[in-house]
C-alpha cells in the first residue's frame, strides 16, 4: 500500500500526451464500442506491411480538416520516437545536393532520409509512438491552413489508451470551443 506522498510524487514523475483521432460520427462509436481496427488504407507515413497504424494529431485545428468527431487519447509515459520534419528534411535535401560529389549523388552517399522512411524504420524497429513534427502542410504549407505534428500511434498502444471519459468543453456565447487544458487564443 502506498502513502499519500509516495502517490503524489508518483503523480508527479508521470507524464501524459493526450491526442486525437478525427473520424465521422459513426466510425467514432464503433470505435469507442470495439477499438481501433487494421486500416484498409495507408497514408503517407504509414509502413507497407503493417496496418495497425492510428493517425492521431495534438491539434485541434490540424483534426477539424480531416474531420469534426473526435476520439481522444491519453497516453501515459509515452516513448516517442521523434522524426525530421518535412520542412527539415526539404532543407537537407538542398545542403546534401549543393555540398555532395556527383559520385556520392549518384550512390545516395550521406542522402538526408525523409520523414516517411524515417517513421517507417522507427515502427520496424518496435516503436509504439512515433512524432512528424510540422507534417501538416508539407514542404510549403498553403496560407489558411492549420500547421502540426502528426502522432502516430501502434493500435494496440491506441486501443489501451482510448480517454472515454475526457474533459469537458466549455462554450461561451460567440466564442470558438475550447478545453479546460487549451489556452485562450489571442
Do not use: C
Request: charged share 30%; net charge positive.
Amino acid at each position: 500500500m502506498k502513502t499519500f506522498s509516495e502517490f503524489i510524487a508518483e503523480a508527479k514523475r508521470m507524464k501524459i500526451l493526450r491526442t486525437a483521432h478525427y473520424t465521422s460520427a459513426s466510425n467514432k462509436n464503433e470505435i469507442l464500442k470495439s477499438g481501433f481496427k487494421d486500416s484498409p488504407s495507408t497514408g503517407t507515413y504509414h509502413p507497407d506491411e503493417r496496418k495497425d497504424i492510428v493517425y492521431t494529431t495534438p491539434s485541434s485545428r490540424v483534426g477539424s480538416d480531416y474531420s469534426h468527431s473526435r476520439v481522444n487519447l491519453r497516453l501515459v509515459n509515452p516513448k516517442v520516437t521523434h522524426t525530421d520534419s518535412p520542412r527539415d528534411f526539404g532543407k537537407n535535401i538542398k545542403k546534401w545536393m549543393t555540398s555532395a560529389s556527383d559520385e556520392d549523388i549518384a550512390n545516395n552517399k550521406g542522402k538526408p532520409t525523409s520523414a516517411p522512411d524515417q517513421a517507417k524504420s522507427a515502427f520496424k524497429q518496435g516503436a509504439k509512438v512515433v512524432r512528424v513534427p510540422n507534417a501538416h502542410g508539407g514542404f510549403t504549407p498553403k496560407p489558411n491552413q492549420a500547421q502540426g505534428s502528426y502522432i502516430m500511434v501502434d493500435k494496440e498502444t491506441a486501443n489501451k489508451s482510448i480517454d472515454r471519459n475526457p474533459s469537458p468543453t466549455f462554450k461561451a456565447k460567440g466564442k470558438t470551443k475550447r478545453t479546460q487544458t487549451q489556452p485562450k487564443r489571442k
